[in-house]
């Protein structure tokens, strides 16, 4: 794998970490899911202190993501009029299938 692949590969595994990252920081409204999002919280530190490299902890994340979507399926059966519900449905969908694309 030449340098400019590994770069490429780490600037998409910090996008994606990042992106996961605004999205908890707007999640914050869900209380019912703050454990969840504690654990995607500590999981992006340790990715950002790692430098973005550890492919594990990436999978690891996207699992989690994947949790998160499952989780936020079920709000939205609970309240599928919430604008904010379907919008933060959305965008779990979107990190999950940007997930599959980065870590596979």
Not at 46 to 68: A, C, P
């Amino acid at each position: 794998m030449s340098a400019d692949d590994t770069t490429n590969k780490q600037n998409k595994y910090a996008s994606f970490a990042l992106m996961c990252r605004d999205f908890i920081e707007d999640a914050e409204r869900i209380q019912s899911l703050d454990s969840l999002n504690r654990s995607i919280e500590e999981l992006i530190e340790l990715i950002m202190e790692s430098g973005y490299g550890n492919e594990d902890l990436l999978k690891q994340l996207h699992n989690l993501i994947k949790k998160y979507f499952s989780q936020m399926m079920t709000l939205y059966a609970k309240y599928p009029n919430d604008p904010y519900i379907d919008t933060m449905l959305r965008r779990a969908e979107s990190l999950k299938e940007y997930g599959k694309i980065v870590v596979g």
